[in-house]
Structures are given as structure tokens and as C-alpha cells.
């Protein structure tokens, strides 16, 4: 009887030894799938992450380098509207030169023949340009617009003008005046629209280099000078 007593706690022994076993074994499993899942759903995020950061890298660079054409082709097409305007910029500034120059005197005259009108003295027109005060009127509104005419109108029309009319025949107040715009460089274009653009080239403001910058638009489709500054001074003063 002992002995079956015996035996019978040494087999309950060895059954609750191998479920303990059992036991251990499963959970020491499970601690590892546990672990090993977490390893790959952790390097799972890493790679999505690295793969949206690439993608941010990708669609950042992309934005810069179109932003880059984007001002390239810009830029571009600014160079050839300003290299288009060099011909009507240069013939705006030969222009706004010459009727500067008329204002400061340079006319051809016959100092012997002359009309006095109050302590002015004018001589007889001889330049082939101008036979009346119309053309010179023409001369200056075919070349000039804007705040422009009412700096050069004293010409033609006021109090004193510069040209009158004696029976038909055309006289000039010859004075000399400093003028003119001895130009030192190639203008620069800049600004340019459909109906206007403005011009920068230095000059020699007698014995010193100076800036002129004029704003030439269009009027009734020609390019004409309607403005200037000297130096960043007041507007069509010199």
C-alpha cells in the first residue's frame, strides 16, 4: 500500500513537472514572437518613414528647381524685351538730346537779321528743320510726351517763347544755355510692359558722370520719352 501511495506522488510529480514545463516553454514563445513582431512592425515604420521623408526630399527638390526654371524663364524673357527695346531706346535718347540741345541754343541762325521784343533779341531761323513755329511744335510733340512738354512747350508757346513768328517768318531767342546729354555707356532696359519701359545710362554732366533714367511709352503707337530724373532728382530737372 506504500508503496502504490509512492508511486502515485512520484507520477503526480513528473505530470505537474512537464505542465510546468509546458508553461515556461509557452511563455518564453510568446515573449519572443512579442518581441520579434514589435522588431518588425518597428522597423516597418522606419522604412515608412524614410520612404516619406525621401518623398518630402523629392517633392521639396522638385518645387526648387521648378521655382528655378520658373524665375530662369523669367528672367530670360525680361533680357529679350529689353534686348528688343534697345533700338527704340537709343532713338528716344538722340531724341530727348537734340530737342535739349535746341532749348540750350543750338539752332542755326542769321545773327544779322534780327527782331527785339523787350530786352529779348531773336535772329532769323536758318536751319533747315524749322521754317514756322508749327514745325518746331511738330518737331517737339512727334519725339516727347508727357510731364515732358510742359519742360520743353516753352519752345514754341508762352509768355516768351524761344521761336516766334515775324511776318512769316521764323526767329529764335539764341541764348547760350547748358544741354544736351553726352551719353558715356549703352543704356540699360528694364521694366518692360507693352506700353512702357524704362532707360538708364550715364552721362557727362559736365565733367562729372551723372544717371539719367527716362520712362519712354507708347503714345498713338510710337515710343516717346514722357519723363526723366538726374540722380534721383526731382522729375524732369537738371
Same mark, same amino acid.
Request: aromatic fraction near 8%; proline fraction near 1%; glycine fraction near 6%.
Given at each position: 500500500?506504500? /508503496?502504490?501511495?509512492?508511486?502515485?506522488? *512520484? %507520477?503526480? =510529480?513528473?505530470?505537474?513537472?512537464?505542465? %510546468?514545463?509546458? !508553461?515556461?516553454?509557452?511563455?518564453?514563445?510568446? /515573449?519572443?514572437?512579442?518581441?520579434?513582431?514589435?522588431?518588425?512592425?518597428?522597423?516597418?515604420?522606419?522604412?515608412?518613414?524614410?520612404?516619406?521623408? =525621401?518623398? @518630402?526630399?523629392? @517633392?521639396?527638390?522638385?518645387?526648387?528647381? @521648378? %521655382?528655378?526654371?520658373?524665375?530662369?524663364?523669367?528672367?530670360?524673357?525680361?533680357?529679350?524685351?529689353?534686348?528688343?527695346?534697345?533700338?527704340?531706346?537709343? =532713338?528716344?535718347?538722340?531724341?530727348?538730346?537734340? *530737342? +535739349?540741345?535746341?532749348?540750350? #541754343?543750338?539752332?542755326?541762325?542769321?545773327? =544779322? +537779321?534780327?527782331?527785339? @521784343? !523787350?530786352?529779348?533779341? &531773336?535772329?532769323?531761323?536758318?536751319?533747315?528743320?524749322?521754317?514756322?513755329?508749327?514745325?518746331?511744335?511738330? &518737331?517737339?510733340?512727334?519725339?516727347?510726351? #508727357?510731364?515732358?512738354l510742359d519742360r520743353y512747350s516753352v519752345l514754341y508757346q508762352g509768355n516768351a517763347p524761344f521761336f516766334k513768328d515775324y511776318d512769316g517768318t521764323l526767329y529764335f531767342n539764341k541764348l547760350a544755355r547748358g544741354c544736351g546729354f553726352s551719353f558715356i555707356n549703352e543704356?540699360?532696359?528694364?521694366?518692360?510692359?507693352?506700353?512702357?519701359?524704362? *532707360?538708364?545710362?550715364?552721362?557727362?554732366?559736365?565733367?562729372?558722370?551723372?544717371?539719367?533714367?527716362? /520712362?519712354?511709352?507708347?503714345?498713338?503707337?510710337?515710343?516717346?520719352?514722357?519723363?526723366?530724373?538726374?540722380? #534721383?532728382? %526731382?522729375?524732369?530737372?537738371?
Amino acid at each position: 500500500m506504500k /508503496k502504490k501511495i509512492i508511486m502515485c506522488i *512520484i %507520477a503526480s =510529480a513528473m505530470i505537474c513537472g512537464t505542465f %510546468a514545463s509546458c !508553461g515556461k516553454d509557452e511563455s518564453s514563445d510568446s /515573449k519572443s514572437d512579442t518581441k520579434t513582431t514589435t522588431a518588425a512592425t518597428t522597423t516597418v515604420a522606419e522604412t515608412t518613414e524614410t520612404e516619406t521623408t =525621401a518623398a @518630402e526630399t523629392t @517633392e521639396d527638390v522638385t518645387t526648387t528647381t @521648378e %521655382a528655378a526654371e520658373t524665375t530662369t524663364a523669367a528672367n530670360n524673357n525680361d533680357n529679350d524685351a529689353a534686348q528688343e527695346h534697345l533700338t527704340d531706346a537709343s =532713338a528716344i535718347l538722340n531724341k530727348l538730346n537734340d *530737342i +535739349d540741345c535746341i532749348g540750350g #541754343g543750338v539752332v542755326d541762325t542769321d545773327p =544779322a +537779321d534780327t527782331k527785339e @521784343e !523787350g530786352t529779348i533779341s &531773336y535772329e532769323k531761323v536758318t536751319d533747315s528743320r524749322f521754317s514756322t513755329v508749327d514745325d518746331v511744335k511738330k &518737331y517737339i510733340t512727334d519725339s516727347i510726351c #508727357g510731364s515732358l512738354l510742359d519742360r520743353y512747350s516753352v519752345l514754341y508757346q508762352g509768355n516768351a517763347p524761344f521761336f516766334k513768328d515775324y511776318d512769316g517768318t521764323l526767329y529764335f531767342n539764341k541764348l547760350a544755355r547748358g544741354c544736351g546729354f553726352s551719353f558715356i555707356n549703352e543704356p540699360v532696359i528694364t521694366d518692360v510692359t507693352d506700353e512702357s519701359f524704362t *532707360i538708364t545710362v550715364k552721362f557727362d554732366n559736365f565733367g562729372g558722370d551723372s544717371e539719367l533714367v527716362v /520712362k519712354a511709352v507708347k503714345d498713338n503707337g510710337l515710343w516717346k520719352a514722357s519723363s526723366f530724373t538726374v540722380d #534721383g532728382g %526731382a522729375e524732369n530737372a537738371r
